[in-house]
Nanobody, 125 residues
Framework: QVRLMESGGGSAQAGRTLTLSCAVSGFSASHYCMGWFRQVPGKERERVATADSRGATYYSPSIKGRFTISLWNKNLLELQMNNLTPEDTAMYFC????????????????????WGQGTQVTVSS
């Protein structure tokens, strides 16, 4: 059974750094993607960053180079968030795709089938 567990959320002042972690267990595949999403109540879920099975990454333009996604084997996914702004306030979720039959580049990752429970990030000005 695939399990994802986020940690590292909390409150921070604007300009500070938070690092989110996602522990992944029970997952095994040669081709896959992992990623971070965020959602604000009343708004659609937004893709923040993805990493593919070759280590390539993709970032949402809204991040503007402030965030860094890191994938350590298939067991740990991190998101370092620098220079936080109040607009980064959201519930953050990590997710993993179903296994792919072949390589899929990070910017084309889809069919995220496994999700964590989420961790809240609140940024004050």
């Amino acid at each position: 059974q695939v399990r994802l567990m986020e940690s590292g959320g909390g409150s921070a002042q604007a300009g500070r750094t938070l690092t989110l972690s996602c522990a992944v267990s029970g997952f095994s595949a040669s081709h896959y993607c992992m990623g971070w999403f965020r959602q604000v109540p009343g708004k659609e879920r937004e893709r923040v960053a993805t990493a593919d099975s070759r280590g390539a990454t993709y970032y949402s333009p809204s991040i503007k180079g402030r965030f860094t996604i890191s994938l350590w084997n298939k067991n740990l996914l991190e998101l370092q968030m620098n220079n936080l702004t109040p607009e980064d306030t959201a519930m953050y979720f990590c997710a993993v795709t179903r296994p792919y039959v072949s390589y899929v580049r990070a910017e084309w990752c889809s069919e995220f089938s496994y999700w964590g429970q989420g961790t809240q990030v609140t940024v004050s000005s």
